[in-house]
């Protein structure tokens, strides 16, 4: 069997189970197979698979059949310029959060020596975009889970960035190192009884906690909010992703908190998506 009459029958068990994307997956999943990119697969179409690569693109279509993402299969997810390796322990990132990364970057443009916090690290995608933007500044992340820590690591050995980069297992509420001139976060903010109607990529594979915003999705922001006000210098930035109906409600949390509002930022949707604050 060559490549091409593999990648058919993938397409058939996929469409057949509702992927939308059945033809790109499963070029991609099999790029996975001989270790190549999508458009060398293409150009080879010819190619003989062996006993084992044919096992292993079905075991992949298989898994895709059950809805586990493409970024997990992979174990790895594009965001801003770079790769970065992922696994079901963090959040797949997505392109909307790479606003957070552009707002920063905005914000911090004629400065050269910042000390930048994430709240909540997951893979590293926000902070380490950011410092390989940013050679001048250095960086800080907590998360409270060790298996999330340890994929953020292998992020920053990827990036070359060891020497720039702290991380510590610890919540916002315990956590009190340092004061920061630029804290980013993507806390959890989807209400909890909306997590059962996320699609089933999403709910049946991604980390809940990651997710879960309590009984009005503002129970992780308000927390990072007031964590964040004792761990901020005065004048500092505080860039937060937030939900498209949450804008008036986490202003008027930051303003309790001693912030003032910058801006508040659509995504690619025209919905709100990120909020940008100054510490006072």
Do not use: H
């Not at 070029?27 to 996975?32: T, V, Y």
């Not at 893979?123 to 940013?134: Q, W």
């Not at 709910?203 to 906690?209: A, K, L, N």
């Amino acid at each position: 069997m060559n490549i091409l009459e593999a990648i058919k029958k993938g397409n058939n068990k996929l469409k057949e189970n509702g992927i939308k994307s059945y033809k790109l997956d499963s070029e991609i999943l099999m790029s996975k197979v001989f270790n190549k990119n999508r458009i060398d697969v293409i150009l080879n179409f010819d190619t003989n698979l062996s006993i084992e690569q044919i096992e292993l693109f079905n075991n992949l279509i298989e898994e895709r059949k059950k809805r586990k993402p493409i970024a997990y299969l992979l174990g790895k997810k594009e965001f801003w310029k770079y790769e970065f390796d992922i696994t079901e322990d963090v959040l797949i990132p997505r392109p909307d959060t790479e606003i957070i990364v552009e707002q920063a970057l905005i914000f911090t443009k004629n400065k050269s020596r910042l000390k930048v916090l994430d709240i909540g690290v997951g893979s590293g995608c926000i902070l380490l975009s950011i410092l390989k933007e940013r050679k001048g500044f250095y960086g800080t992340g907590i998360d409270i889970y060790k298996k999330t820590l340890d994929i953020c690591k292998s992020n920053i050995k990827k990036l070359d960035l060891n020497y720039r980069v702290k991380l510590f297992k610890s919540d916002v509420d315990n956590f009190n190192y340092g004061k920061y001139d630029l804290i980013i976060s993507n806390p959890p903010y989807i209400e909890k009884i909306k997590l059962k109607y996320l699609e089933k990529d999403v709910y049946d594979y991604e980390p809940i906690s990651a997710l879960d915003g309590g009984v009005d999705g503002l129970l992780e922001l308000k927390n990072v909010i007031k964590n964040s006000s004792k761990l901020i210098k005065k004048g500092g930035k505080l860039i937060l992703e937030i939900a498209f109906n949450q804008r008036d409600k986490v202003k008027k949390i930051l303003i309790e908190n001693g912030y003032y509002i910058n801006d508040v930022i659509k995504d690619f949707a025209k919905n709100n998506r990120c909020i940008i604050s100054t510490k006072i």
